[in-house]
C-alpha cells in the first residue's frame, strides 16, 4: 500500500504535465469538433452542431480516397519498404566482405548524411531531382529508358512511388542502423552452431538472424508507422496534396480544411478521427512492445 | 543630511533624465510585407527618415501563409501593426474583427485625391460598409508571346479567340517542337489555374459567384460551363503542347516556365506585368543588346465581356495596434506618389490619378490593352464562401481533370456540388 502512494506520488508531476499538455489540447480539440468553428470567427467562437462535422466527413466523397492514400500508401507501403530496404542495408552492411574491404565505416557515415537531411531540404533535393530537367529524367533520357521527360510528381502513375521514394531516401538509413546495431549482439556461436548443423545461408538468417531481430524490428515497424500515419511535410511538400486531391492523405486534409477552407471545427473533428486511429496503434504498441519491456524490468 | 539631500536630487535628476531619453524613443511599428524585402527597403528608409518619430520593422513571410497567420494572430490580440494583403482577403478580414475600419482615418487626413481615386474599392469594404483596407498596388493579367518562335510557326498576329490561341499553340508545337501555350496546371491551393479558369469564364459572359439583384448570392455556372473550360485547358495537355511536367507547377512564376521563355522552350504564357518584367529582365541578361523578342496581348475576350482580372494589394492595419496614428501614417506614405516614383517601381499603383501618369512602353501594351477588359472579384469575395475555399475546390477539380484522375463531367459536377453545399 506505501509502495503503491509512493509510486503514485512520484508519478504525479509527470501525470500533470501530461494532463497539461496533451490531455487539454485532445479535450479542447474534442470541443472544436462539435462546433462550427472558422478562422474567420475565432473571436466570436463556434455555434455547437454536435456530430454533424462527422456525419459529413463520414459521408464526403473523398473520405475513402483520403483513408486509402494514408494507410496503404503513406503509412503500409512506405513501412513495409523502409523495413525491408533497412533490414537490407543493415545485413550488407553486417558482412565480412564489408569489414575486409574496410567499408562498413564509411558507408555507416554515408547512411549518416540522408538520415540527418531534415525531411524539408529532403523534399526540396528530390523535387529538383525528379523535375522535368532534373538528373533522373536527364539520366533516364542518357541511358535511353525514355525518350520524353517524366513528370514524376505530377503523373499519376509516377507520384505515389515517387513521394514513398523520397521518404525511404531519408528514413531507411534510421532502419538500417538500429537493425545493424542489433544484428551485432547476436553471439557469434550460434552462427558456429548453425554451420556445423548444416544449416543453408537462408536457414541461417529465418533461424538464428531474424528471431534475434524480431523485437527491434516490432519497435521500429511501430514506431514508423506513427511517424508515416500522421506525416503532412512529405505529401505538402512535394505534391500539395495533388495532382488534384490524387495524394491528398488526413494530416494535408486536416491542414487544408483548417487553413484553407477555414473550417476549424471540421478539421478538428479529422483530427479526433486521426486520434482515435493512432490510440489503436498505441495499444498495440503498448500490448506487444510496452508490456514486454515492462515484464522483463520486473 | 545634506549627502542625502545631493543623493535624492541627483537620483531624482537621472530618473527625470531617463523619462527625457524615454519619451524622446521612437514609436516602432511592423510591417508585414508578403514580397522581396529590396522592393520596399528604400521606401521605408525614406520614410523613417522623414519621420525620426517612427521605426518601422519589417516582418516578412510568404504569400501562402500570410492570411491565415494574420488572422490567427489578430484573432489572440497579437499580429504586425501593418499587413500586406490581396485585395480579396479584405472583406473577409474586416468581417472577422481582424482589421481597423479606416474610415475616421479617410475623413481626417485623406490621401491627396480621397479614397475615391482608388480602384477596386468595392473589395476594401467590409460587410458592415465600413473601409477595412486601403488599395496600395493593382495589376492586371496577360498573355505573353514568344515572337520569335511564333514567326516561326507561321503566325504573324496575335491570336484573338482562344480557337486560334489553341491552333497556334498546336502550330508552335508541331512546327518547332517547342512548348505552346505552357501553363502552370498544378493543383496547389492557390495555384493559377484558378485565374484561367475564370478568365475563359469570364470572356463567355459567365462567374462562378454571382449576385443576384435581391442581393443574394448564386452559382452562376452550368456543368457544361465548368466542362467546356477543363476541356479547353486539357487539349493543351492532351496535345504535347503543353507539357506534362506543367502538371506539377502551379505558379505563374514558376521558374520551369519563366526560364522556358527566357531561353525560348515555350511561346506562350499567361502572367501579372511583375512577372513578365522578370522575363523581359532575364532575357535582357542573357542577350545582352539583343531586341527581346516578346509581345504581350489580352486574354480572348468578347466586345461587351472581360477576360482577366483587376488584381493587387491593400494595406491593412491591425485592430489590436497600439499605434493606430502612426500605423495610417505609414500606410498613406506607402500609398503615395513619391513611393511609386522613386521606391516601389516593380507594381503598379492603385490610384487611378498615378495609374494614368505610367508609360506602359512597348512590352507591357498587351496589358494596357487587358485592363478595360478587367474586372474585380466583386462577388467571390463578398459573397458566403471564403475565396480560398473557391480557389482551392477550382484548383482541385481543374487538377483531377488535367491529369486524368476522372473525366471532366465528374470534376465539374464535384466543383459544382462541394461549392454549393457551401452556399446559404
Redesign the interface.
Known sequence: MRDRLFITTMLLPSMVLLVLFYGYPIFDNLRISFTDLS??????GGNWVGLANYRELFHS?EFNHILFNTFIWLTATSVVLRLLFGLGIALLLNTRAMRVLRLAAVSRFALLIPWATPPIVAVVIWRFLL???GFVNDALIGLGLISQ?I?F????RTVWPSIVLIMLWNTVPLIALSLLSSLQTVPEEYYEAAELDGATSWQTFRFVTLPFLMPAILVLGLMSVFWSFNNFVYVWLA????????TNVLATEVY?KA????RLGYSSAIGMVMAVVMGAFGILYLRLVAQRQLEETL | MLKLLAAGLIASAAIVGTAGIAAADPVTITFRFNDTEQEVRGAIDEFQKQNPDIKVELQRIGWKDAR?QF??EA??GQGPDVAHVAQVWVT?MG???ATLALDDFLQKDPPPNGFADFAAQDLAHGKDGKIYGLPWTTDTWAMVYRTDLLKEAGIDSLPTTWEDMRKDSEAVYKKTGKAGFGFPA????SGAMWFLANFYWWSEGKALIVQKQDGSYALGLEPADVVAAMNYYKQYMDGGDN??????A?DAHDP?IMQALVSGNQAMGAMPPNTYKEILKAYADANPGKEPPFASGPFPHQPDTKSSMIGGRMLVINANTKHPDEAWKFVKYMASQGVFANFYRTQFPAQNSLLKQIDFGAPLKGFAEQFPFARTWGAYASGPV?I??LW?ATQ???????????STED?AK?LLAEIGKQMP
Open positions: 478562422l474567420l470567427g475565432m473571436k466570436k466523397g523535375e522535368r530537367n521527360p513528370a510528381l505530377a503523373d499519376i505534391t500539395g496534396a495533388g495532382p488534384g486531391t490524387f487544408l487553413f484553407v477552407d477555414f | 491565415n488572422l490567427r484573432a489572440v473577409e468581417d472577422a474583427g498544378g493543383s496547389s491551393a507539357p506534362q511536367s506543367n502538371l506539377a502551379s520551369a471564403p480560398g475555399t482551392n482541385r477539380a481543374f487538377g483531377k481533370a488535367l491529369s486524368g484522375q476522372v470534376a464535384e
